[in-house]
């Protein structure tokens, strides 16, 4: 598919920039006329994507976190999400439903919901070189093309 716009973000690894991302990657998808329903859809698959990186990719230091949101033909919005960190030895297993490597108040939901907020998502990770998430929501907004 053909990209008709998009952006890139940078941000640091810290708590305090979640909400910041989460709202720019809506404010990007407002070209597309989505409903409310559909932008909390993206809020809340971006807000665990970015809290994925914050929390277990970086979990002893501070380091980017890399955004890139694109409009696709047909009203297709694609948002990647991708850091530098440790890494995930397991895909299949950490997309498991209630799987979490910290334990404690964590709940292991973070791809389940991110999958549930999607049309279509995909993991790829190598250990200390980092994760990309892709996302995949169709907005059935109004066609700009």
């Known amino acids: 598919m053909n990209i008709i716009n998009d952006f ?13 991302s989460r709202c720019a990657v809506s404010a990007f998808a407002t070209q597309l006329d989505p409903t409310i329903e559909e932008i909390s859809d993206i809020k809340m698959a971006v807000s ?18 890399y955004i890139h949101c694109s409009i696709l033909e047909k009203n297709t919005l694609k948002i990647s999400i991708r850091d530098k960190g ?11 439903p209630l799987f979490t490597t910290l ?13 549930s907020f999607t049309d279509r998502i995909s993991v790829r990770s190598i250990i200390n070189k980092g994760t990309t998430v ?8 109004r066609a700009i093309l």
């Not at 890139?8 to 910041?20: A, P, Y």
């Not at 990186?53 to 002893?60: D, G, K, M, R, T």
């Not at 440790?86 to 498991?96: L, P």
């Open 103 to 115: 334990g404690g108040e964590r709940a292991g939901l973070g791809f389940a919901v991110m999958e």
């Open 8 to 20: 890139k973000l940078t941000i640091d690894s810290k708590s305090v920039n979640e909400g910041f």
């Open 86 to 96: 440790c890494g995930i030895s397991n895909v299949k297993q950490a997309m498991e």
């Open 48 to 65: 665990e994507a970015v809290t994925n990186c914050i929390v277990h990719a970086y979990p002893q230091s501070v380091g980017k976190i």
């Open 134 to 141: 892709t996302m995949y929501k169709k907005i059935r907004g």
